[in-house]
T-cell receptor
Framework: GAVVSQHPSWVICKSGTSVKIECRSL??????MFWYRQFPKQSLMLMAT?????????EQGVEKDKFLINHASLTLSTLTVTSAHPEDSSFYIC?????????????FGEGSRLTVL | GDSVTQMEGPVTLSEEAFLTINCTYT??????LFWYVQYPGEGLQLLLK?????DKGSNKGFEATYRKETTSFHLEKGSVQVSDSAVYFC??????????FGPGTRLSVLP
């Protein structure tokens, strides 16, 4: 099956520092990756769509300069939370769409829990 | 635009009870339909899917049938276990379009 891996699975950082989260498709090529944020007991909120080799498309209300997304290859997308503050603490989940996938199915990473002190 | 509606719960059941989580959708075109499950502290896992009308997806005792006439994809399981306690997300997607999630339904199964 298709596997998507996120790293780190949890991170604690001080306010003002930047944190990078990686999302890798381990056994398939992903033309498109998606980044979500999930608050406690809520659904997933799409932050941005990341396409390999081009700029990410951000959802309304998501700060591009705060959440930097890079999709440098067909198997890796990164989310960098810049100058993190406590309100950025959340569970971040990535997903990937397989290159030849016709059904629209997405494959999800395990999630990364960010805590900003 | 496309949308997914599902009962938000929480749903609390006793072990071995019958489970139904309703899901309805609105969509242009012919999307695929999915149920994902999220266990505490984890990401989402695909539970089952159906790619066209009248298809039935099944996995781990869960079933859902793609009903185009009622635009529904209700999730059912005949006998739930404590280990089924999780949040269940109904979703639709199609190639080249954004994925749409329902709000999620929290299920708690008591021993």
């Amino acid at each position: 099956g298709a596997v998507v891996s996120q790293h780190p699975s949890w991170v604690i950082c001080k306010s003002g520092t930047s944190v990078k989260i990686e999302c890798r498709s381990l056994d398939f090529q992903a033309t498109t990756m998606f980044w979500y944020r999930q608050f406690p007991k809520q659904s997933l909120m799409l932050m941005a769509t990341s396409n390999e080799g081009s700029k990410a498309t951000y959802e309304q209300g998501v700060e591009k300069d705060k959440f930097l997304i890079n999709h440098a290859s067909l198997t890796l997308s990164t989310l960098t939370v810049t100058s993190a503050h406590p309100e950025d603490s959340s569970f971040y989940i990535c997903s990937a769409r397989r290159l030849a996938e016709n059904t629209g199915e997405l494959f999800f990473g395990e999630g990364s829990r960010l805590t900003v002190l | 635009g496309d949308s997914v509606t599902q009962m938000e719960g929480p749903v609390t059941l006793s072990e071995e009870a019958f489970l139904t989580i309703n899901c309805t959708y609105t969509a242009t075109g012919y999307p695929s339909l999915f149920w994902y499950v999220q266990y505490p502290g984890e990401g989402l896992q695909l539970l089952l899917k159906a790619t066209k009308a009248d298809d039935k997806g099944s996995n781990k005792g869960f079933e859902a049938t793609y009903r185009k006439e009622t635009t529904s994809f209700h999730l059912e399981k005949g006998s739930v276990q404590v280990s089924d306690s999780a949040v269940y997300f109904c979703a639709l997607g199609s190639r080249g379009q954004n994925f749409v999630f329902g709000p999620g339904t929290r299920l708690s199964v008591l021993p």
